[in-house]
């Protein structure tokens, strides 16, 4: 399930992003989180859209931490108050997954492995290329330089066209 972000949020949490970076490039976590709620508390226009990204927050949560795990004294994985994903938005308890049901999880649960297992790979193949792009140029200290040289990277309107209504605000 995807959900909509506020272009407003994004905005306010690039800003939070930037602002904490060191001069190294890099964030801390409870900075950045810090940060952006100071920033969010500043901001009293927005608060429907902030309990609206908490509950997808919790929501998320629930369906993560409900999803059926192995047990380890039976091998199963029931247990009656576990969630099932069954795709565009709906959610099941276990005890009331009908055989169409598990038909549904199966196909979601291949799909997702598949699509899994395609990034982790396409992911380590970039690292590979990388780091053995650095090995090759050792005049490079950071990653923008080396893409720009070695892999003749330009940005392209086309990249990051989701992060460009962070622009527009």
């Known amino acids: 399930m995807k959900y909509s972000s506020d272009p407003h949020l994004r905005k306010l949490a690039l800003e ?8 190294a490039g890099r964030m801390h976590k409870e900075d950045l989180l810090d940060d952006l709620c100071a ?6 226009d927005l608060e429907a859209a902030v309990v609206r990204k908490a509950a997808q927050g919790l929501m998320r949560d ?18 009656p108050d576990s969630i099932i994903k069954l795709g565009n938005g709906i959610w099941v308890w276990m005890k009331h997954t009908t055989p ?9 649960s291949s799909r997702n492995t598949v699509r899994t297992i ?7 193949q970039y690292i590979h290329e990388r780091t053995d792009a650095f090995r090759s ?4 200290s950071s990653l923008h330089p080396l ?14 066209a989701d992060w460009d209504l962070d622009q527009d605000l």
């Open 39 to 44: 920033r969010i508390r500043e901001r009293e």
């Open 100 to 108: 169409t049901d598990m038909t549904q999880w199966g196909l979601i």
């Open 147 to 160: 893409e720009e040289a070695v892999f003749h990277y330009q940005q392209d309107t086309l990249d990051d």
């Open 137 to 140: 140029h050792p005049g490079f």
């Open 118 to 124: 395609t990034a982790a790979a396409d992911t380590q």
């Open 16 to 23: 939070a992003a930037q602002y904490i970076t060191n001069d």
């Open 62 to 79: 629930l369906g993560e931490r409900r999803s059926p795990r192995r047990n380890r004294r039976t091998g199963g994985l029931y247990h």
